[in-house]
């Protein structure tokens, strides 16, 4: 699950790592006294007014603003506010912004100059241990960093068994080219950021830029975090964090339903039990000649309900020019399925795309039966490989 930048910087916030201080506004007239708040708090004379959506990127396409006035402040977030921000990442149709973070000016003069790091804690699959990743570029896209000076790039593996260990933290802040006050504020803001990581079961902590300051302060001027959905209900409060807002919402009504749904641009709706087979049935369209619009799983309670939901779910997409179901009746019977896919036909009403059942397993000649004998604009298939033909067949029409 991903959170905003304000979310993920209050959590580095309560493990002990420092970062940008902001106070999140609505309107621009939050903004205003947002600004306000963090100059008595802070000191800070100007202000950055940052937009939060679930992207990075943001800057590039105009939702990270400069302010040196309150006037600046609430012109800039005024703007910010309700654009359509569009970003490397979010894709051609952007995201709409709904609040910003005005946060305090870091970049202030001193003793030294400012440098800035890129810093981001994820699990190395293949090792089956946590990675600090690290470099001197940052600020800038890691993927640019990584293809044209990969030799700039850091990895520190830790054995989760052990945790970080005093020396790898020293190892990270050296590699890093600090010394002095900037070495040991390093070596901490290491510790705490991997502590935090750790304890909360985030799937990923990026950090772009980490700022040494010009005073040799180490802080966390942005935060992206992605945290383990399958351990959240150890975490309440971070539950509580999610935006549905920032999430595709055919997804959010799948998931009220329990249905695993994510949303493909191909043509050919998927409705399936069990994740394995929903791969396979991708992989059948595909060789078919057409391409899977979604991943649909029902799981092993195929009922009339969820089946129905499901057909409504997929007929949201206006790609979809073909439906294929494909059930595998092990828990469940496949004349019980079949039987709800009449029904959920009827209770919708005339659906305008062919429809392809391939049922296998319990009582699979039942099914087929019940399917042929209903009157339904219907194909039915026992076999996969017929299914694939019947896709390939009325793809053509």
Sequence with gaps: MNIHEHQGKEILKSFGVAIQEGIVANTSDEAVSAAKKLTEETGTQWWVVKAQIHAGGRGKGGGVKLAKSLEEVKEKSGEIIGMQLVTPQTGAAGKKVHKVLVA???YYPGPSETSEFYMSVL?????????IMYSTEGGMDIEEVAEKTPELIYKEEVDPKTGLLPFQA??????LGLSGTAFKEMTRFVTSLYKAYDTIDAALFEINP??????????AVDSKVDLDENALYRHPDYAAMRDVREEDQTE?????YNLNYVKLDGNVGCMVNGAGLAMAT????????GDPANFLDVGGTANA???EQAFRIILKDPNVKAILVNIFGGIVRCD????????????????????????????????????????LKVYSAILLKEAADLVAEVLKK
Excluded at 170 to 175: E, P, S, V, Y
Excluded at 210 to 219: E, P, R
């Design 252 to 256: 959010v009504e799948a998931g009220e």
């Design 123 to 131: 699990l190395n699959r293949q090792s089956g241990r946590n990675i």
């Design 336 to 375: 019980r399925v079949a039987q709800g896919i009449v029904d959920a036909y009827k209770s919708i009403g005339e659906i305008p795309v062919p429809i392809i059942v391939r049922l296998q397993g319990t009582n699979a000649e039942e099914a087929k039966k019940i399917i042929d004998d209903s009157g």
């Design 305 to 307: 309900a969820r089946v």
């Design 210 to 219: 980490v700022l040494k300051t010009s005073d040799d302060k180490i802080i």
């Design 170 to 175: 020293r190892k990270i802040a050296f590699n």
């Design 282 to 289: 991708m992989d059948i369209i595909k060789l078919a000649g």
């Design 104 to 106: 305090q000016d870091v």
